[in-house]
């Protein structure tokens, strides 16, 4: 008996008339470059023409949506996989490791990213009338959904304001806000509602991780930052590390890692003065948290990344 072949998206026609649309425009975007910072706010498009080896980033609250070419990020020890058929939501400021999988100098890597603002979610949340979506404490903060043609409409009509510069400041609110919505109701939206809904677990936990980013330098106490944002420190401590992959202290030591790593790079200064300026006491213990993070010490490394 000869297998069925597997069925095909009933509107995988639409889908790729969107895709090649949009994969043509960030071509044109972004030729010559790797990253290319758009004049529509928060959109960035990428561009690869080879396989990558994994890099840390600090990931934003955002979409990511590949119209050519296959990419991976890494939260903690789970691997998310998108490409043409799905889309990467990142629901906090989080941690992780991005490679680009697919790619070549024919077929580059094309890929975009919006920020999302959960100020604008919670408001779309507000009038669309959404009932309440269940918590899932076991999630992380980085979801999968399902590339839809609706999405992609959206994100075309943003992309074509490239070529109408004038109309930006007063189309692309629009669209972003349409962006957000489509989000909200693919597969994933439930994610997505509860870290705008004030009140949520979710929502607690990314109030904590803005703490964190502008105070890393500081002494860190668990009890007073969980207190802050109405939680018990085991139930703050539980969360955190289920939607981030780490503890708040892991989180804090990466946030001070990859500033001293800025600075000693961007400002020249020594790794002692680095290690001081982003809350460390004691340079030697600096220089083992470093080696441990990036494999190499701080002067070798910052030696290496000059003679990139």
Known sequence: MKPQPLARHPQADRIEVLRSSLAQVVARSTKGVVRSVTPIPDLTLYRQEAATTPTRCLVEPSVALVVQGAKHALLGEVVYAYDIHRFLITS??????????????????LGLSLRLDLRVMAEVVAQSGLPPAREHPSERGMVLGETSP????AFKRLLDLLEEPAAIPVLAPLIVREIHYRLLMSNQGARL?????????????ARAIEWLKVNFARPLRINELAAQVQMSSSNFHHHFRLLTAMTPLQYQKWLRLNEARRL?????IDAATAAFQVGYESPSQFSREYSRLFGVPPRRDIAQLRRL
């Not at 906090?92 to 077929?107: F, I």
């Not at 609706?150 to 409409?153: I, K, T, V």
């Not at 000693?264 to 020249?268: D, G, Q, S, T, Y």
């Open 193 to 205: 509602w509860q870290i705008a809904s004030v009140g949520s677990q979710s929502h607690r936990i």
């Open 92 to 109: 906090l400021d989080l941690p992780a490791m991005m490679q680009v999988v697919e790619a070549s100098r024919q077929r580059p890597y």
């Open 150 to 153: 609706p999405l992609l409409e």
């Open 264 to 268: 000693m790079l961007a400002e020249h």
